[in-house]
């Protein structure tokens, strides 16, 4: 039996969670969309943005913040952005 690298089940698990209803992967989050995604809430979601360990985009000119599915797996897998 081949052994699952624990980066790889992350993933795996991440994946199956942005499954939206019609089976397509979701890209991007509003934040709160984002915050459960990540096991957090919308406050250190935003905290960690102002931080610079999570980017958002803001959109149009309605000024919601969004986030890439890949972003939030990066900071979920340790890879994202690291202001230090």
């Known amino acids: 039996m081949k052994e699952v ?3 790889e089940e992350i993933k795996s698990v991440l994946v ?3 499954q939206i209803d019609s089976g397509e992967v979701k890209k991007w ?3 709160k969309e984002a915050a459960p995604y990540l096991g957090i809430s919308v406050k250190t ?3 960690l943005r102002s931080q610079g ?3 958002g985009v803001r959109s149009g000119g309605n000024g919601v913040i ?3 599915r890949e972003e939030l797996d990066a900071y979920v897998l340790g ?3 690291k202001k230090f």
């Open 45 to 47: 979601l935003y905290n």
């Open 79 to 81: 890879t994202g952005n």
């Open 5 to 7: 690298s624990k980066n």
């Open 66 to 68: 969004l986030y890439t």
């Open 16 to 18: 199956d969670v942005s």
């Open 53 to 55: 360990k999570l980017r």
């Open 29 to 31: 989050y509003r934040a």
